[in-house]
């Protein structure tokens, strides 16, 4: 699997995975992925 944030391979059992409402599963090879994934998104949803 990748970081969904910067795409990097992970290894299975590292990073982090965060469970979407929606069901959907994304994973981070790091936290600062994660937040900046996170905040990115927050951004868009005040753009829009
Ligand atoms: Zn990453």
Redesign the pocket.
């Known amino acids: 699997m990748r ?1 969904t ?4 391979e992970l290894r299975a059992g590292t ?1 982090t995975m965060f469970v979407h409402k929606t069901g959907k599963l994304s994973y ?3 936290s ?2 994660y937040k900046d994934a996170i905040i990115t998104k927050k951004k868009r949803k005040i753009k829009a």
């Open positions: 970081c944030y910067c795409l990097k990073g981070f090879c790091t600062k992925c």
